[in-house]
């Protein structure tokens, strides 16, 4: 499991507003856990997590934000490698019972959690809509990073038609890099997250409906794409399930 994405959450200024947009879009539901973190459920599949965003984020105007999580058997030896390769670590802590966690930027500031513990993670397929897809690094320049993510993860990377698929160190997926300009990327460099949508035509109305943003379509294999975001922001992709 080392190097695999586990889970994802999101940063969220009003998670009360969020609830009821991810609700609506993906037919979760949620239930909260101690410190008020919300639990997102697709059917019986825990899907996400939803909690307000920390003081120390709201203060430098961050927007709302989707994180993805990668397992690794030691934080403290991813941290001190990605430090090692211009990484920064913005946050490392014991996740009370869980396990121990560490939110890291890469060299060109795109940010992931690395989780180590043993508490239940998944919600990842195409199988029902509200699913986790996969995840995508959106970047001004693929070889600035390569090597950092090499050196904590072992990961391969092999050339496609305008895009990297990522690899495990055994050669299984795991994610892609899409090399994107300033304006493609919001002039941001990050992260991005899909989930699987039924109907997309539909999705985009529910977006829309409830205040949100929808950006630009595009195709991912044989699969339609659409780069969306919820009402406070934070961006994610909408991935149909047909084909």
Known sequence: ???LF?????????PAQAEGFYEDLFGWRFDASEGGYLNAFAGNSAVAGVYEMPAKFRDIGLPSFWMSYIAVESVATVVAAAKAQGGRIEMQERDGSEGSVAL????LGAGFTVYEGDGERGGMGMDAAGLRVGHALYISDASAVKPFYRALFGWQ?????GYY???SAEGAPVASIHECDAE???GFEY???GFAVEDM???RRRVLNAGGTVFGEMRLGQHVAVSVADRDDAAFLLIERKG
Do not use: N
């Open 165 to 167: 698929d990522i690899l």
């Open 191 to 193: 992260w991005g997250i």
């Open 1 to 3: 499991m080392t190097g």
């Open 6 to 14: 586990i889970w994802c959450d999101l940063s969220a200024y009003h």
């Open 104 to 107: 890291i930027r890469d060299p």
């Open 157 to 161: 990377f092999e050339p496609r038609d």
């Open 201 to 203: 035509p539909d999705a």
């Open 184 to 186: 493609e990327r919001g």
